[in-house]
């Protein structure tokens, strides 16, 4: 009997991964492959100055950015391996263990700052963005309560505050780091993910402005967040200065023009755009490939959105709803991570210190020498 039982919930693990779409689905697959091969090789072109300078080594950081696309790889190989049910049940804990970072951060010896900001946590040789894994640990987290509570969600305020009560705390421990840009993926994640879920608009706009209103009262009550904001706003007024990187972005935008520079033909990623191989590596696409390489990144991560929003309906349809909030979620969370960045990039919104997903590997750089 033992043995049946357990043939029982193998067999149901194994349909319930397949009826969320997330088996074989080759233009997922195919969109992935094709923005990791674009970031190694903009990796490999906007680093090699600068890994020539701070390690001899030119292709130093195209090493690197390739063991991580390896070790990620086979990292979702093993990730698809793990029931839907396994990640179901475990999203509480999950929860946990993103506050549990969050906390350990700020233990010295442990955590590491950078540019007045504790976010990275020592991993041996290398150090870890705990924000990175906190994004994913809140949408599963989400994704499992929308999938109890959808219907409670439609008719009652109170399960539509309880998570956010919890993202709350998420998102101090974050700003105490500081790390807004990472608050903000989080809370416009989860928003999305309410959205879907059908919670009703009157709700969803009063959250979506009280939302808003803080974000605002954060950036206008610190004083660096408003002189970034300032900046912004009018590079050119000091482009020697407060506005040096957006400005030395938009020229590396100005000389891409139609065609691009050519492969390798940067001149802006010879030490006058700063971090032009992490946070400003679109801009560094977008000179050396033209409109054609800036417009083709931002085909592929649209396709990436309307692959998740596809996978996610599948999902529903099947009645498997904690994977179609899961799929909704991963999607809302690369999709505006993206948008951020290529919108920083271009001058739409304040800088952030947010890479683009897939293209650019979340670690510092500085720490990793």
Known sequence: MMTRALQHIRNFNYRDTRLAGASNDAWLSGIVLALLTLGVIMVASASITTADRQTTQPFYYLWRQAMFIIAGLGAATLVRRIPLLWWENASRMLLI????????????????????????LALGPISFQVSEAVKLC????LAGYLARHDEALRTSLAALWRPLAVLSVLAL???IEPDLGATVIIFGSALIMLFIAGTPLKYFLSLAAAVIAIFTALVFTSPYRLKRMISFSDPWADPFNTGFQLTQALIAFGRGEWWGVGLGGSVQKLFYLPEAHTDFIYAVLAEELGLLGALSVIVLFGLLCWRALLIGRRAREAQQDFAAYLAWGIGAWLGLQAFVNIAV????????????PLLV???????FV
């Open 345 to 356: 990039n271009m001058g739409l919104l304040p800088t952030k210190g947010l890479t683009l």
């Open 97 to 120: 263990a993103a506050v549990v970072m969050l906390v350990i951060v700020f233990i010295p010896g442990l955590g590491r700052t950078l540019n007045g900001s504790t976010r990275w």
């Open 361 to 367: 590997t979340a670690v510092p750089a500085s720490l």
């Open 138 to 141: 809140t949408i599963v987290f």
């Open 173 to 175: 421990l974050l700003l």
